[in-house]
């Protein structure tokens, strides 16, 4: 990783696949519901078939998301991308002297707060989000015990939950 047009990428660390629950279940919800309240006055809407059509396109295309995320180093560059968000920063923006590998239980002060433009459920968040001390960071977590916590030189943070957090931070340090 010396020269400028070297690329690596690092694992995230695995989600677990029951959160896909979180996608689905209210869509099934939502198309058990519908064609309960179509049967119980009918005759049935047509607009009720182009609901139901569209419930299973938009359960897929959020469970593409929720599986959309990698951690690349390309060049200088820490391109982070995750479901529908992207963050590129170049390394010399990172304050890699405060760059530490921490666990959320006992961290309360870098936990993610306000979600301002992001995916989220229980155990995995991704996008853009308030910290609960009123800065900013951009996440991708899917492993709370083991977040690479990454201060920017502009105040925000990058919250990443890489599968080896420090191998990436020490291939940061290299680059720096």
Known sequence: MTTASTSKSYAV?????????????????????????????????????LVLAHLPVVGIVLQWAFNRRRINVQGRQLDVVSTFYRKRVDVSELRLEQ?????LAEH???R????TNGFGMP???????????????????????????LPLRGGAMLLLSPEHPRALLDDLK???
């Open 13 to 49: 660390a695995p989600a677990s696949p029951w959160l896909l629950l979180w996608i689905w279940l209210p869509l099934l919800l939502a198309c058990g519901l519908t064609l309960a309240s179509a049967w119980r006055n009918p005759p049935v809407p047509p607009g009720i078939w």
């Open 112 to 115: 993610p707060g306000f979600k």
């Open 108 to 110: 309360h002060e870098y």
């Open 174 to 176: 290299r680059l720096a």
């Open 123 to 149: 155990g995995f968040q991704s996008g853009h989000f308030r910290m609960r001390g009123g800065g900013k960071a951009f996440c991708l977590l899917t492993d709370r015990s083991r977040v690479l916590v």
């Open 99 to 103: 760059a530490r590998v921490v666990d």
